[in-house]
């Protein structure tokens, strides 16, 4: 089945304990991005990446990092998490094919930093 | 940067009726995306309509794109319970080989049975 996958789904931690969020898809999908959902805000775009070692900022990539080793991965680091990082996370995938495709969308990652 | 917005914020209707929400952007682009979202899930595609379509069907789904206006509607007919979500639009051009999306706060859909 075509998805994507995210690990953890719930997290709960302390300020400042380093946090790693996989995302994961099976579709050999170029393009790869991570979104933050909040409140009267809507999804914000926080880093994508359009291919293997290729990777850049979003809207909103502060306090974040990421990673493109391999083309079915791209992990979130939050090195010090803090609370204005509470959120809920998504990833999201999508194939280029000289044009932007629909985005597949992992199910969230519900993220508590006390 | 926060190109599409949707309008209206909220919509509650009965099951039955149509349910139209809109979204308005601000710069050039390559298409223009619908996506579903249900609580706390993750969201669904469920239209696309390129720059050089004015309307798109899909199902109960129509889709209409004014470039001139920089806006689409999204109309669902014969709204049903299980529509309750909220919509997002979502707009893409081409920066330099790169496609940045951006959604919009979206509209909150709410069909009462």
């Known amino acids: 089945e075509a998805q994507v996958t995210q690990n953890p789904r719930y997290l709960i931690t302390v300020t400042g304990k380093k946090l790693t969020v996989t995302c994961s898809q099976n579709m050999n999908h170029e393009y790869m991005s991570w979104y933050r959902q909040d409140p009267g805000l809507g999804l914000r775009q926080i880093y994508y990446s359009m291919n293997v070692e290729v990777t850049d900022k979003g809207d909103v990539p502060e306090g974040y990092k990421v990673s493109r080793k391999e083309k079915r991965n791209f992990p979130l680091i939050l090195e010090s998490p803090s609370p204005n990082q509470t959120s809920l996370y998504f990833c999201?995938?999508?194939?280029?094919?000289?044009?932007?495709?629909?985005?597949?969308f992992g199910p969230g990652t519900r993220l508590t930093v006390l | 940067s926060q190109q599409g917005e949707e309008d209206p914020q909220a919509l509650s209707i009965q099951e039955g009726e149509n349910a139209t929400m809109n979204c308005s952007y601000k710069t050039s682009i390559n298409n223009l995306q619908w996506y579903r979202q249900n609580s706390g899930r993750g969201l669904v595609h469920l239209i696309l309509i390129r720059s050089n379509e004015r309307e798109k069907h899909s199902g109960r789904l129509r889709v209409t794109l004014d470039t001139s206006k920089k806006s689409s509607s999204l109309l669902i007919t014969a709204s049903r319970a299980a529509d309750t979500a909220s919509y997002f639009c979502a707009t893409a051009s081409d920066t330099g080989g790169s496609y940045i999306p951006t959604f919009g706060r979206g509209t909150s859909l709410i069909v009462h049975p």
């Open positions: 999201a995938s999508s194939s280029r094919g000289g044009s932007w495709n629909e985005q597949f």
